[in-house]
């Protein structure tokens, strides 16, 4: 029996006749289809029953979304053992994929329910155990996340969060001065080793799995926008993550874990720790800078307000690497007439 298909809804159609041909052994039970979640893209997903578990649906509508990337990491992730979705079917032209179900909890939603320190320590060992896998994996072809495009990246803080969210016209002296640190922050990270990058590996995107593939925890998602770049990208997206507070005696802590890992299985990060930590951190900065954009324009243009939720957070994320190196003064100024904060002038003896 199908379900019937809302008229403002053209996709659902395509979804269920596309749902109709598939190989009736794998059992689907189409009244079961119910939404999974969405996320910032134009993507969605729906969680249906099969024979025996339950599947997920992608909905990634094509000019907007392209699976083919999807299932192209998949397999890279796939061939390092990384816990994630196994593709059962798919229909690239229309932008479906059906994919096995690694679980109903986010790592996010499980911290929002209450973690102690000692139910927390394990998943984020697990999730920088996961990251090392990640980083062996094959990054030939993919994307490469270069100057350039950092750089261009960093234009969604000017536009979207100094200009539109803080309605605020910075002067020309300013502007240079911000510009200025934008191509310092740029140059070094551009200048880091190369690994394949998630470039969202962060609490919403990992699932609490007991079991999966291979048995591993976490469950790893939405990696379909992976590319080849800067080594400490994906740590700082974890431990600096956008949606949740870590204070820096923890945030220290895991980047500690994650260099010791990574040195033990030859990846390319510094020999001193005080070096790979300035990588990591100014790594942060660009990443964060960005989010303040992004999550701006999502607000102000797409009309997704629960992003703004996060915005003081990631702001004080970037205000503590800001304040730390003589460097990104500029920058700290900059916020500091964001957010109205008088500043004050004193003396070190």
Known sequence: MTQPTPPSDPRMSLLLNWLATLDPNIGLQIHSLAAASSDASFRRYFRIQARSSTLILMDAPP????????????????????????VWAQNLEQGFLLLSDLGPTTYYAKIQQGLTDAELQPLYRDALSALIQLQTASHAGLPIYDAKRLKNELGLFNKWYVTVHCKTQLEPAVLTQLDQVFDLLVAHNAAQPVVLVHRDFHSPNLMLS????????????????????????????????????????????????????????????????????????????????????????????DNKAAYLAHLPRVNQYVRQVAARYIAFKPLLRVLDQLDQVQTKVGYTF
């Open 63 to 86: 000019p907007h979304e392209n699976c083919r990337p999807f299932v192209d990491i998949a397999t890279r992730l796939a061939d390092v053992k990384l816990n994630v979705p196994v």
């Open 210 to 301: 007991e079991g999966g593939q291979y048995g591993l925890n976490p469950g790893v998602l939405d990696f379909q926008d992976a590319v080849a770049g800067p080594i400490t990208y994906d740590l700082a997206s974890l431990v600096v993550d956008a949606r949740t507070t870590w204070e820096e005696p923890q945030q220290i802590d895991w980047a500690i874990r994650y260099w010791e890992l990574a040195r033990k299985q030859g990846l390319p990060v510094p020999a001193d720790f005080a070096d790979f930590h300035r990588d990591y951190e100014w790594m942060g900065l660009q990443r964060n800078l960005r989010i303040l954009g992004v999550f701006a324009r999502l607000n102000h243009r």
